[in-house]
């Protein structure tokens, strides 16, 4: 993360998760490159029901895969997610909750900053 990345509030971008540590540099922030295709930057807090949706959409979050260094994720948990995944869960219902506080701004590409809102844990 540099000091000139940003938030969808165009704010200094905060920290999404160091444990689990994710974010594409697995850096513990939802900061991107263009190394990126996925767009890891949406900072979300997993629901079970997203989960399993993810799950059944190819994209197991919920098995570790030590291999990896991944741990699995459970509810509860932040996680950076692709914005195009958000985006998709959004459109089934089951978005989790985000942190805009922690959500790269690229994320306004993708999705409209009032759908974030409504999804937000830290609305100001």
Do not use: Y
């Amino acid at each position: 993360m540099t000091p000139d990345d940003r938030n969808v509030l165009g704010e200094t971008l905060a920290p999404c998760s160091t444990s689990p540590r994710t974010g594409f540099f697995r850096d513990g922030c939802c900061n991107t490159s263009p190394e990126d295709l996925g767009l890891h930057i949406v900072c979300a807090q997993m629901t079970a029901s997203f989960l399993a949706f993810s799950k059944e959409r190819g994209n197991d979050l919920s098995t570790p895969a030590p291999e990896a260094g991944f741990p699995g994720l459970k509810p509860g948990d932040r996680w950076c997610l692709c914005a195009g995944r958000w985006r998709e869960a959004l459109d089934a219902g089951v978005a989790p909750p985000v942190v805009l506080a922690a959500t790269h701004e690229e994320t306004l590409a993708v999705v409209a900053l009032a759908d974030l809102q409504r999804h937000a844990l830290d609305v100001h």
